[in-house]
């Protein structure tokens, strides 16, 4: 019984809407700031047919958050096969149970009508702390997952419809936030019990059958849209990689390599010749792998509707052992965005090869700042998360410049008010803003980098900060002939005798009130050409400052005259043929705020004074 | 309760005790069934576990383990609060929580219901040290912890049955954060076992002598205990007695750990007040409330004179006090993985040497030291995070004398343990154990000697990382009455071609590779009792002829002069009546 396409149609949009409104209710009912402020967390809409489990809709979603809780939804389905009723609510967050890494806590609720389990919403979102021997999970110290956190498999925390109490306590005995951990959990059940009413009020209105056949022809419009989409790429094998910079275990470069074969409709990626599993905690298990693989053609097709149809013509081959499909034990608390995000830069390089024009910066990299410490003001214990971080990694792509913060797969996710950030966390933010020359150059420019500084401020005794830094030798790609963004640096103790630049990670390195911090968040890649880029928008840029007179030579080939602020063409041309020739023969040259992120973390030597004229 | 008693006609006073000593004997012969089952050696060989059977009001009336009478009764306690109004027939309920009365999150205690007649007519409580619940290290033992999260998993009371059936989702969590699951899970089928024929023998208890009279029997149990124990008080002089007992260092850098009582007698009644102890500290050594009225309680019961039973009459008899913060009751979430070992010994030294006093001159005062510091030490192989070796659990020696009794073996506190076998563990880690062997002239001297150092000597292969933390190597075990110190303890490492040279390990080392040689371990000689010179002269020869003293301390310390394999009266009696004032006993 077929559903017309114009009921399939709003079904599909209410299922949007309704996976929209399960997350507006956690974010706004969620205590965490993560939650509240940053909204790190999402929302999707899971449906079991009695044989498998499919996505059907996600929103303000973050792609490895959604697109992995797909095997955290099967893994629920799995354990509790036989022992599910109506008035269940799960948690998961094990890797090896389908998860990702032990922050992430998946709320699923399954959804009985006519006696079967049919729709599970569900939220997921990153718990600041999870018990383990470290506050707040990440340690390079990590070998086991042991080491990162209170590991449980699928957890009934109701039980048809009743609250257990004891395995509540469980959870709060085993975190060190553990109020914020029950009033953040409730909204996520909240979120999904809200799901719930709005997807029985759609089965009401339409009917059970009808919906799931409506889901169908949704699935199934999806799958063609992508079929037709790979059709139309040439079939033929493409080859890309990803350096990940540090495992912070003693392993370097560890490179993340891809090949992609179009054969007809049907895309494979093969991971093999990936580096072996990381003895550290950056390790990827298979649901944060795919969930990358989905996310970057997610993001090359952002007019179809993305659920399980669309994933169909994609199969991957991930290597057992290796650092994208890692056996157990293995640490995994940095899978999300370190190994992840090449993961992603590898897929999108190759798809370089057969659709330029669509490719883009599509994941994020890490500049990762914890703080552990008490704040003053509430004599509380307080651990930091600092989203500010990692904002600035858009890139520039077909006809757009990098803009705003967070590349598109990451950009449900919000920067926190500095204000509102001050009055929550015992820190003082002294600098906030895009830096000049750091743009990576293309005919569509990357986003600047975003330089950032702050000190604890009102904290008791000793902040302890862990950062960790990635994307500073190996940084987000260019595409088409753009450059690399600039790469991520921190300094500490910034400006007196006793800097310390973080290149990798400084590991519960204490601060002190007035000890300022610096980091730079660099931007994502370019696209296409500098030496393409219009005159006019390169003038426009250094009207505004993200580029200087000496960097549109440099990095553009613009001469701006600055007297009178206006580009002169011939200067302009000449300098442009000079350096066509002169890259001809160095297609690698340095982009001025890569060479001078380079100079400041002493990866290059401090540089002889060479004008291009 | 008095007036049960007084309205029992003495067949019906008879029938009380044979019931109690019945319970008594179930405890025991669950815990042979948990011995013989269990998968580790820490619960088979070392028998660190305890089973247990309690009235309806959760209050304990009989134990197999005195020394884990307090943490047990804790456990079930803070079970009860989470499940009083909630417990079926067939339910099991589990936890480990060392801030609620617990000892360190390795020892799991089970409580299920006993049901009579549909009515719960009392509990069954297993309890037992697991292999491992995740943390740092595999095992749990991390000196520089400051949380107990670093060494493992805390549970707080979750049901592990319900109705008879596995609550798997609680199961399969608990084995997730065990890095040896298989283990884990074995053990936890050897307490169900147990608790099983717990059920099996009440009910046969029950058929034989009628559910009022067990019930009865379980008050009279703890009555008696308490009768006993309150006459042994009777006979301490009141007053308050202090006593006081030191850790070398605290594994993490800092300086010696004082554990301090004050033991406050009052008619029938004894108090025992920690407050005066250290502060707590940023490591392992913190001893846990639970643990800390566990060695408490050691310590009585091994002075009183009186065969007290181990049961909650125990506990209404002695009140047991800290203020919050100390090192022998830290606040969550601080780090307790050592306790049972240390500081919990010095608990019991601290309580005995306040006790002591008590005593006066009844046979309490006789007993010498009960326990003795045992230093941790453990390696793994470098590739192999899972297998940790524990060279703990070859530690012998350290009894010390008591008025009429050399020491011999393990000291009280440790004596539930078997002796382990060379064979069996060579066996069960494909290397050698190089040596083991008494230490001349490391017994505390004494009319009553103490018990040699005893040293094991293990082949290091260079492939393994240790993990140790020394202790009693600066405090040794103390003598009694004028009783000698015993030897010190030792951690002594020997590098293979290092011309033989030996160095003491370092105070702490956390996962540190070790060259290729040997490892030598001493666990220190137990404390003399008595003044050495009034040693009986042919059990001097003895000592010399076992090569327990040399005849050069025979005369030095005891001054028994021994020549050509004989006690020389006459140099003898001279010597001890030339002597000077000495104490020590070395």
């Not at chain 1, 309704?18 to 700031?33: D, F, G, K, L, Y």
């Not at chain 1, 047919?49 to 979603?61: F, I, T």
């Not at chain 1, 610096?518 to 931007?523: A, R, V």
């Not at chain 2, 062997?437 to 260079?462: C, H, I, K, M, Y």
Request: hydrophobic share 40%.
């Amino acid at each position: 019984m077929a559903v017309d396409p114009i009921t399939a149609e709003i079904v599909r949009s209410s299922m949007e809407s309704i996976a929209a409104e399960v997350v507006q209710t956690m974010v706004r009912t969620a205590v965490s700031p993560m939650f509240n402020e940053a909204h790190d967390c999402s929302a999707g809409v899971f449906y079991y047919d009695g044989e498998e489990v499919s996505l059907v809709s996600r929103a303000d979603a973050v792609p490895v958050h959604i697109f992995a809780s797909l095997t955290s939804v099967e893994a629920c389905l799995e354990f509790f096969h036989g022992d599910l009723a109506e008035g269940d609510v799960l948690l998961v967050c094990d890797p090896f149970y389908g998860g990702t890494h032990l922050g992430d806590y998946t709320v699923v609720k399954p959804i009985f009508i006519d006696g079967q389990p049919i729709f599970f919403p569900s939220v997921r979102a990153h718990m600041l702390d999870v018990g383990g021997p470290v506050p707040g999970g990440n340690s390079p110290h990590s070998t086991e997952v042991w080491q990162e956190g209170f590991r449980f498999c699928p957890l009934k925390l109701h039980e048809q419809g009743i609250v257990r109490q004891e395995i509540w306590a469980w959870l709060k005995a085993n975190n060190r936030l553990a109020d914020e951990l029950e009033a953040d959990v409730a909204a996520m059940i909240g979120g999904c019990t809200v799901g719930e009413q709005r997807l029985r009020d759609l089965c009401a209105r339409y009917g059970v059958e009808v919906v799931k056949e409506a889901l169908t022809q949704v699935f199934d419009a999806s799958e063609r849209s992508l079929r037709s989409q790979i059709a139309a790429w040439p079939d033929g094998r493409y080859r890309a990689e990803s350096l990940v910079d540090s495992d912070y275990a003693g392993g370097a470069d560890l490179p993340i390599r891809v090949e992609l074969t179009i054969d007809g409709d049907e895309l494979t990626a093969d991971f093999t010749g990936t580096a072996a599993q990381s003895p550290g905690l950056v390790n990827s298990v298979p649901g944060n792998t795919l969930s990358y693989l989905y996310g970057v053609f997610a993001a090359l097709c952002p007019d179809v509707p993305i659920n399980s149809g669309f994933f169909r013509p994609l199969r991957a081959v991930l290597p057992p052992g290796s650092v994208v499909n890692p056996r157990p034990p293995a640490a995994t608390a940095g899978a999300t965005v370190v190994v992840g995000c090449d993961v992603g830069e590898a897929i999108m390089k190759a798809c370089e090869q057969f659709a330029p024009e669509l490719v883009g910066t599509a994941t994020i990299d890490l500049c990762d700042f914890w703080s552990f410490g008490v704040d003053a003001r509430s004599g509380a214990y307080s651990i930091h998360y600092d989203y500010l971080c990692s904002p600035c990694c858009t890139g520039g792509t077909a006809g757009a410049d990098g803009w705003g913060a967070w590349s598109p797969l990451f950009c449900a996710l919000d920067l926190a008010s500095i204000e509102m950030t001050e009055i929550q966390y015992p820190e003082l933010y002294r600098q906030a803003e895009y830096t000049t020359d750091s743009a990576a150059p293309g005919q569509w420019r990357g986003s600047p980098a975003y330089a950032m500084q702050r000190e604890a401020y009102q904290a008791a005794g000793t902040v302890e900060v862990t950062c960790s830094v990635q994307a500073l030798r190996h940084p987000l790609h260019g595409y088409a002939g753009g450059r690399p963004g600039a790469g991520n640096y921190a300094i500490m103790r910034h400006g007196s005798d006793d800097e310390l630049v973080v290149t990798e990670i400084a590991f519960m390195e204490p601060t002190a009130d007035g000890e300022r911090i610096l980091w730079q968040s660099g931007g994502g890649g370019g696209w296409g050409d500098p030496l393409a880029r219009e005159p006019a928008r390169v003038l426009d840029d250094v009207l505004d400052e993200l580029v200087s007179p000496e960097g549109a030579r440099h990095d553009y080939g613009v001469v701006i005259d600055p007297a009178a602020m206006a580009v002169d063409e011939e200067a302009t041309a000449a300098l442009r043929r000079e350096l066509r020739a002169a890259r001809a023969a160095e297609p690698d040259w340095i982009a001025l705020g890569r060479r001078r992120t380079l100079e400041r973390t002493g990866l290059l030597a401090a540089p002889e004074v060479a004008h291009a004229v | 309760m008095a007036a049960l008693e007084t309205g029992q006609t003495p067949a019906e006073r008879i029938e009380l005790e044979i019931v109690r000593h019945k319970l008594a004997a179930l405890t025991r012969e669950m815990g042979a069934v948990v011995a013989n089952s269990a998968q580790t050696w820490e619960i088979a060989e070392q028998r660190d576990f305890a089973l247990a059977i309690a009235d309806r009001h959760g209050e304990l009336a009989a134990i197999d383990n005195p020394l884990q009478l307090g943490s047990t009764t804790f456990a079930l306690r803070a079970a009860l609060d989470a499940f009083r109004f909630d417990m079926k027939e067939g339910d099991v309920v589990a936890l480990n929580d060392p801030h609620r009365g617990g000892t360190h999150v390795q020892d799991l205690t089970l409580v299920a219901p006993y049901v009579v007649d549909d009515a719960i007519a009392g509990y069954l409580v297993a309890r037992g040290h697991m292999p491992d619940l995740g943390g740092v290290h595999a095992g749990g033992h991390h000196p520089a912890a400051r949380e107990v999260w670093a060494e493992g998993v805390p549970i707080t009371p979750v049901k592990l049955r319900r109705h008879d059936r596995p609550v798997r989702d609680v199961i399969t969590t608990i084995a997730l954060n065990s890095r040896r699951p298989e283990a884990l899970l074995g053990n936890l089928d050897a307490l169900l076992a147990a608790l099983r024929l717990g059920r099996r023998r009440g009910d046969e208890l029950v058929g034989a002598h009628g559910i009022a009279r067990v019930r009865a029997a379980l008050d009279h149990a703890q009555g008696y205990a308490e009768r006993r124990l309150r006459a042994a008080l009777r006979g301490w002089a009141d007053g308050g007695y202090d006593g006081e007992r030191a850790l070398d260092h605290d594994g993490a850098g800092g300086g010696p750990v004082h554990v301090r009582v004050r033991a406050e007698v009052d008619g029938d009644r004894l108090r025992l007040d920690f407050s005066g102890s250290d502060a707590e500290r940023a490591s392992f050594v913190n001893s846990a409330f639970g643990n800390t009225v566990d060695h408490a309680l050691g310590a009585l019961l091994a002075l009183v004179d009186d065969d007290v039973p181990a049961n909650g009459g125990v506990l209404r008899a002695v009140e047991l006090r800290c203020a919050e913060g100390r090192v022998v009751n830290p606040r969550r979430p601080a780090a307790v993985g050592w306790g049972p070992e240390h500081c919990g010994r010095e608990v019991a030294e601290a309580c005995a040497a306040a006790l002591r006093q008590a005593c006066g001159d009844g046979g309490g005062a006789g007993v010498g030291a009960i326990a003795s510091p045992r230093p941790l030490v453990t390696f793994r192989p470098r590739a192999r995070r899972h297998e940790r070796t524990s060279l703990t659990r070859l530690q012998t020696g350290g009894c010390s004398a008591a008025d009429g009794r050399d020491g011999w073996g393990s000291p009280h506190l440790l004596s539930r343990a078997e002796l382990p076998s060379v064979e069996q563990w060579e066996a069960e880690h494909g290397r050698r154990i190089v040596a083991l062997r008494q230490l001349p002239d490391t017994a505390g001297a004494g009319r009553w000697r103490g018990a040699p150092a005893v040293e094991t000597v293990v082949e290091l292969t260079g492939e393994e990382l240790l993990t140790l933390c020394a202790c009693g190597r600066e405090i040794p075990v103390a003598g009694t009455a004028g009783g000698g110190d015993g030897g010190p303890a030792a951690v002594v490492l020997v590098e293979d071609g290092d011309g033989g040279g030996a160095r003491d390990a370092p105070a702490t080392v956390v996962e540190q590779p070790a060259a290729p040689g040997r490892i030598a371990i001493a666990v220190g000689g137990g404390g003399g009792w008595g003044d050495p010179h009034e040693r009986d002269a042919e059990l001097v020869l003895a000592d010399v002829l076992d090569g327990i003293v040399t005849a050069t301390a025979a005369e030095a310390v005891y001054g028994v002069v021994i020549a050509g394999g004989e006690v020389d009266e006459a140099a003898t009696t001279r010597a001890r009546a030339q002597r000077e004032e000495r104490n020590d006993g070395r």
